[in-house]
Every structure is written in structure tokens, then in C-alpha cells.
């Protein structure tokens, strides 16, 4: 090994939203900090000028700005006793490749998760008995949603969130989701406004008896300065937010919100372009001394430090905590095992519309601009009656218009060739309307990671192996919305209508519509059940902490950015305030 760096106080793996927090947090509490990012240094300015962040080619079509499958992938099967085989294109993973991660290229809704969700086991068994569990490997986060709720405030103040409360100090207000967990104060900045779309959404459902709001959004409806003095600008409903950068400085990313403080303390050093193989355990195994990293010009070193925070995306967290042999790996034949236990995905579906003679103008667009009902979201409504629990928000969305990508979103029957093609995407460019469904996914026991016997990345390494099929508990969770969102598009009015639920078939990666892969190294207060403690810290190495979706023993029916947020600043806090002064476990087994 030729490259030994000095010591660091911390040593940050990843530098998407989880290692952007946690840096931060860490560097204003005094702590010298190296983050190592195996991608490329990426600044709005230069990187994401308003004059080619709009190249829907580049950046959304040819994806840009995602980790190339050349570089690492991951390898998939439905079942233990199938081959895995290499996944060779995007669709459900994308990963972020530069300085800023999936933070990045992200669409911005920007969702706390329910209480339910947080003690999905306890909640379930009280109210309709431990039958209905049956099948699902349930289990609580090891924190409530009131516990969360401070941090969630402090991670929506940092990105500058718009929204409109439905739950203020627990008065219900129509307008917001009245379903939500409690807020002390509003969001920063008020709702973006509606589309001719979402407004037909909002009439019809609340016409329905619904309860209809608009989704909380990391796209800025007005100027803003956040609480790191940062300014940010309104959105413009350019409609090229997922998949690209914002050159408006509206979309909340590490670039926009937290980076601009960062790279000014003296405190803070990073690494780019160079990719951390594994965490470096002590002799006696007990604790971790540093991580093992390779240069882009193929140079390994070594990088001291007293704590070890991985701050990857969700897969490559499990797959260093395996790579570094932290933990046991889960088996699912005894279920003995932590690391890779509890993976999950997101259980999604749409339904498309047409109305002949109106314009909806798709191009007047943002990342999270839409309308959504959580009436049939997580535990909102009563499952006795129901073979599922669970459950989806059902939502109209003017997210983009990208002229690319909607090509292939014409009405059944229409010729995709020549001049009838033409005509039929003229016509329905303009006049389809989407309802998507986005649903609770609940862990099962034959759902797990490990790693890969056959494939190996560049440097040797095993790839992650992910064994993953829809469970039934979300197969009917899904019809179920499924048949609610058709009915909402019957009575709007939309015609010809175009289905597409997700779970209809085995899981695979080139089908999906969401990155939200979550679980694999999840948090719980029972060390042999889960691989973190409540505080994401290694049961079997105390000063090494785990942040990200990776730490979701289930996923709710939401995106999971804000949650993710809302972990690190905890984590980070619990480091500072408490882990330095006493480097212990900071929770009895």
C-alpha cells in the first residue's frame, strides 16, 4: 500500500445528502472530517448551466450523470436456487457518479415517513392481531416518528422544502395531508402551484370525498435562504429535474443547499475520484481503524480515522459492510445473520388517461409538482376487512414533459411508425394525464443480499447479489390501489385507458419505475434482527455508522430522501454530542 494519508477525527464514505449532512454536522461540531467520493467533482455552475441542463439526451436518455453499469453493477435473481446474472442496463438503480450522488439527480418530493411506518410490527399486531404478519418479516425501526420529527424539521430546513402542513401541532388542516405525523412550524416555503392536471386531480378526488394535497417539494416555490445561509432560487417548472441537475439553483441537492459552506471549512477535505474497497477492522476485530481506497489512477491507500461513517447508496452501504466483514451475513435458511437481511423495493403502478380537446401542457413541469390522497397510504385505512396491510399514495403529477421520454405514451392502437405515429404523439402529448400509485413494500424472508460467487468488479471485488420477488402481501396491496386510481381516472373523465402495475409480474430490473431500493443493513434495538442500533451504529464495530435507505427495515409508501436526511443529521448529532466524549455503544444490546 503506498498512499498512508494522516489521521482523521471521521471518515466519511460517500458524499450524496447522508455523508453531505453528516460532513456538515461534524465539521461545525469541530471535527476534522475526510469525505471520499469515487466520483467526479460536479458544481451547478459550471456543471448544470440553465443552458444545457435541459439536453434530455444527455442527461436523461444517456444518463449522464449516473454511475456507468461498466464501472459496478449488481447481479439479480428471483429465487435462492436461480443463477444471478448481471443487471446491463438502467431502470430500477440509479446510482449517483459524482460529488453530490443521487442527491443530485433526484426529482425532490420530499416525504416524511408516517408513525405507522416506523412501528409497522407493533402497530399491525395491536390492531388487527399477529395473523395478519403472516408471511412478512416485520419488524420497528427502534424509533418513533416523534423522535424523528426534530430532525426531520432540521433536514427540510437545510433543503428548503415547500409544502403545506396537514398536521400542525395536531390541529388537521384541509389543504395539507391531514393523514401526516404532527409538525411544530409549516414548511419553509409555500405548495408550488397547480397544472391544469393536477387541478382536474385535486376537484375529482376531493368531489370523491377524498383528501386531496400538494406533495411537499424539493423544487422551491420562492426564494430562499436556509438556515446554512445558502440562497436558492424559485422554480421555474422547466420540467428537467430527475435525472439532471438544476442550473436555476431550485432543486434541493448537496450542490444547491450544503456544499457551498462545506469545501469554505478548513475542517473538511475530500477525496474525489477515488472509490473505498472496504472499512480495515483492528486486530481484535471490535472496532475499525480506517478504509482501504483505490485511486482513479489505480494507486491503493489507507485513510486513518476514529470513526467510520458509510454514506453510500443503499446497495453499495450493505455491500461494504460485507466487503469489510462487519457482521454476519444473513441466511435466510435460518434466518440467522444481519447484513442483508430486510431488502425491499417499492410496489408501483399508473394509470394513464386521454382527453380529447383539452391541453395540458406536460412542459410546465417539476420533479415533485403534483397532487396526491394518502386515503389509501400506509395504515389510513381499515385493512380487517383486507388480505394485505399497507398500502399506496395515489397521485396526479406534472413532474416532466420531456418530449424523449413521452414518446412512447400514446393511446392503445396507435401505429408506432411513419406518419401516424406522428399525428397520434402530436395529439397525446398534450392530452394524457397519469395517475401513479407509489405503495409500501414489506420485507419477507427469502428477500435478501449477499454477495455475488461468480461476477467480480474491476478490482476483484464480488458484486452484490440481490435475491428479490414481489412478496403477496404486495401483490394485492397493488391491485387494490391499482383499482382505486382506475376509478379516480373514470370519474375525471379520461378515456383509453393504459394500466401498468408493476407487481403483475416477477420482479425485474428493466420493468421498474423506482430507484427507492431500501433495507439490507437496517436499524432495530435487537442485535439479532438488525445490523444497526437506533442510532445507526454497528452492533458488532461501535464506531462504525451506516447511513442511508439501507437502514429501512420496510418502505413506506413514499420516496425515501427526507427520512434518509432526517437519519443523518440524528446520526450525526449522537456522534458529536455524545460518541466522542464516550466512544462505546451508545445502546445496550
Not at 472496532?287 to 476514529?306: N, R, S
Amino acid at each position: 500500500m503506498s498512499q498512508i494519508r494522516n489521521k482523521a477525527d471521521v471518515v466519511i464514505v460517500g458524499l450524496g445528502w447522508a455523508g453531505s449532512v453528516m460532513a456538515e454536522e461534524l465539521t461545525r461540531a469541530g471535527l476534522h472530517v475526510v469525505a471520499i467520493e469515487r466520483g467526479a467533482w460536479r458544481d451547478t455552475s459550471t456543471d448544470f448551466p440553465v443552458s444545457i441542463d435541459a439536453d434530455e439526451l444527455r442527461f436523461h436518455t444517456r444518463r449522464k450523470i449516473l454511475q456507468p453499469m461498466s464501472v459496478e453493477t449488481t447481479t439479480f435473481r428471483n429465487r435462492h436456487d436461480q443463477l444471478a446474472a448481471p443487471v446491463r442496463n438502467w431502470s430500477a438503480f440509479q446510482y449517483g457518479w459524482n460529488v453530490g450522488g443521487a442527491g443530485t439527480h433526484w426529482a425532490g418530493m420530499s416525504w416524511r415517513f408516517t408513525p405507522w411506518d416506523f412501528e409497522v410490527a407493533t402497530r399491525t399486531r395491536e390492531r388487527y392481531g399477529a395473523g395478519k404478519m403472516q408471511g412478512l418479516q416485520l419488524q420497528d425501526w427502534g424509533v418513533t416518528y416523534d423522535e424523528m420529527a426534530p430532525f426531520y424539521d432540521r433536514f427540510e430546513r437545510i433543503a428548503g422544502t415547500s409544502g403545506y402542513a396537514g398536521n400542525l401541532n395536531g390541529e388537521r388542516r384541509k389543504g395539507g395531508n391531514v393523514f401526516e405525523g404532527a409538525r411544530t412550524r409549516d414548511y419553509p416555503t409555500p405548495p408550488l402551484q397547480d397544472t391544469h392536471w393536477m387541478s382536474k386531480f385535486r376537484q375529482t378526488t376531493e368531489n370523491m370525498g377524498y383528501n386531496p394535497f400538494t406533495v411537499p417539494a424539493g423544487n422551491l416555490s420562492q426564494a430562499y435562504v436556509n438556515p446554512l445561509g445558502v440562497s436558492m432560487g424559485p422554480c421555474t417548472y422547466c420540467g428537467f429535474c430527475d435525472f439532471h441537475g438544476c442550473g436555476n439553483f431550485s432543486k434541493s441537492s448537496p450542490q444547491a443547499c450544503i456544499l457551498p459552506v462545506l469545501m469554505r471549512r478548513p475542517n473538511f477535505t475530500l477525496l474525489t475520484e477515488t472509490e473505498v474497497l472496504h472499512a480495515v477492522k483492528h486486530d481484535d476485530g471490535k472496532t475499525v481503524k480506517g478504509v482501504k481506497f483505490i485511486t482513479k489512477e489505480g494507486v491503493e491507500g489507507f485513510q486513518p480515522a476514529d470513526i467510520v461513517c458509510i454514506t453510500a447508496y443503499q446497495m453499495d452501504n450493505v455491500r461494504l459492510m460485507l466487503l469489510s466483514q462487519v457482521g454476519e451475513q444473513y441466511d435466510p435458511r435460518t434466518g440467522r445473520g444481519t447484513i442483508g437481511r430486510n431488502y425491499n423495493y417499492q410496489t408501483c403502478s399508473s394509470v394513464t388517461g386521454f382527453f380529447d380537446n383539452e391541453y395540458m401542457n406536460p412542459f410546465i413541469g417539476g420533479g415533485a409538482l403534483a397532487v396526491q390522497i394518502d386515503d389509501f397510504n400506509g395504515d389510513n385505512f381499515d385493512h380487517s376487512d383486507l388480505d394485505f396491510i399497507g398500502g399506496a399514495g395515489i397521485m396526479g403529477f406534472s413532474t416532466n414533459g420531456r418530449p424523449i421520454q413521452n414518446m412512447n405514451g400514446l393511446r392503445p392502437g396507435t401505429k408506432r411508425w411513419g406518419s401516424e405515429w406522428k399525428a397520434g404523439y402530436a395529439r397525446d402529448y398534450q392530452t394524457a394525464g397519469t395517475i401513479f400509485c407509489q405503495g409500501t413494500s414489506m420485507p419477507m424472508r427469502e428477500a435478501y443480499l449477499d454477495l455475488d460467487t461468480h461476477y467480480k468488479d474491476r478490482h476483484g471485488q464480488p458484486l452484490l447479489r440481490m435475491t428479490f420477488d414481489w412478496n403477496q402481501n404486495d401483490v394485492r396491496m397493488a391491485k387494490y390501489v391499482t383499482d382505486r386510481a382506475i376509478n379516480i381516472m373514470r370519474e375525471i373523465g379520461g378515456q383509453h385507458l393504459v394500466v401498468d402495475n408493476q407487481a403483475e409480474k416477477s420482479w425485474n430490473p428493466y420493468m421498474q419505475h423506482s430507484s427507492h431500493t431500501i433495507g439490507g443493513a437496517v436499524m432495530g434495538t435487537d442485535p439479532t434482527t438488525s445490523a444497526l442500533n437506533p442510532y445507526l451504529q454497528s452492533w458488532d464495530a461501535h464506531n462504525l455508522f451506516v447511513v442511508g435507505a439501507s437502514a429501512f427495515p420496510n418502505n413506506g409508501g413514499y420516496n425515501p430522501t427526507v427520512t434518509v436526511g432526517a437519519l443523518a443529521v440524528r446520526a450525526a448529532q449522537a456522534i458529536h454530542q455524545t460518541y466522542v466524549k464516550n466512544p462505546a455503544p451508545l445502546v445496550g444490546a
